[in-house]
């Protein structure tokens, strides 16, 4: 792409906050693979960084609301989550954490049983609310906009109740070398909390975290009972998972 162009990209990405990429395709009249490149150029740069199927201009960085993101990969969430449904069983104690992938799980149980979900997340309680074999206990604390969530204070205290059968984990990223990590650093002690008074973790994530590092470390794959995703991981985390007794699931194994 001709540096005029590229410099009308910045440009317009410096002006407008978290512009979609399919904006900059219609406004710019280039296809998305074209797109991507010149975003590749620019980032490598260091004057435009890229996250959520958004961009946005160095030292602008703005969090990408939660309705958003949730609109984001759909198909590759909701697969992810009919694995992690795959698991739940009647009369089960579960824990749905926050995130725009896990709120899905709820789509593929309204067949279960007698199933209790202990969750902060709102969207997750408002869709429980149509469900009639569910029921619902939600989390204390101040409310995180970002992911339409309580977070509470004293997280391990607020678990300490509970005995969970099976915890779904939302992550931002997961890699070898990086294990889990999340966006969010208010989110981390609910998450650690829940996965401490679990009898079983599964982490439920889209591939678009694959092999990726966000802001705040939660610990290494191995934290991991199950890992359910959309598609087939790199063969370097499915060699790890392999060697650490990690179950990986999703479509088609």
Same mark, same amino acid.
């Given at each position: 792409m001709k540096e005029q162009k590229l410099k009308q990209i910045e440009d317009y990405i410096e002006e407008h906050e978290n512009v979609a990429l399919t904006t900059l395709c219609t406004e710019f009249d280039i296809s998305m693979s074209t797109l991507r490149r010149?975003?590749?150029?620019?980032?490598?740069?260091?004057v435009v960084h890229k996250q959520y199927g958004f961009v946005y201009a160095s030292g602008k960085r703005k969090f990408v609301p939660f309705h958003v993101r949730n609109s984001l990969n759909t198909d590759a969430k909701k697969e992810a989550c009919r694995c992690a449904?795959?698991?739940?069983?009647?009369?089960?104690?579960?824990?749905?954490?926050?995130g725009s992938t896990t709120c899905h799980i709820l789509d593929y149980i309204g067949h279960i049983?007698?199933?209790?979900?202990?969750?902060?997340?709102?969207?997750?309680?408002?869709?429980?609310?149509?469900?009639?074999?569910?029921?619902?206990?939600?989390?204390?604390? %101040?409310?995180n906009k970002k992911n339409n969530s309580f977070s509470p204070a004293d997280a391990r205290q607020t678990f300490s109740a509970y005995n969970?059968?099976?915890?779904?984990?939302?992550?931002?990223?997961?890699?070898?070398?990086?294990?889990?990590?999340?966006?969010?650093? %208010?989110?981390?002690?609910?998450?650690l909390a829940a996965m401490e008074k679990s009898e079983q973790i599964c982490f439920v994530?889209?591939?678009?975290?694959?092999?990726?590092?966000?802001?705040?470390?939660?610990g290494p794959l191995t934290m991991a009972d199950m890992i359910c995703t959309n598609r087939e991981p790199s063969p370097a985390?499915?060699?790890?998972?392999?060697?650490?007794?990690?179950?990986?699931?999703?479509?088609?194994?």
């Open positions: 010149a975003l590749k150029v620019l980032c490598d740069r260091g449904a795959e698991l739940i069983q009647e009369n089960d104690i579960i824990y749905l954490d926050s049983r007698n199933l209790t979900v202990i969750t902060g997340n709102i969207d997750i309680i408002i869709k429980a609310l149509a469900l009639d074999n569910v029921t619902v206990f939600v989390l204390p604390g %101040m409310l969970i059968n099976r915890a779904f984990i939302a992550a931002s990223g997961l890699s070898v070398a990086g294990g889990f990590s999340h966006s969010d650093p %208010m989110e981390r002690d609910t998450k994530l889209d591939d678009s975290k694959f092999d990726r590092t966000s802001l705040i470390s939660l985390i499915q060699q790890y998972c392999s060697d650490s007794h990690i179950l990986l699931r999703y479509p088609g194994k």
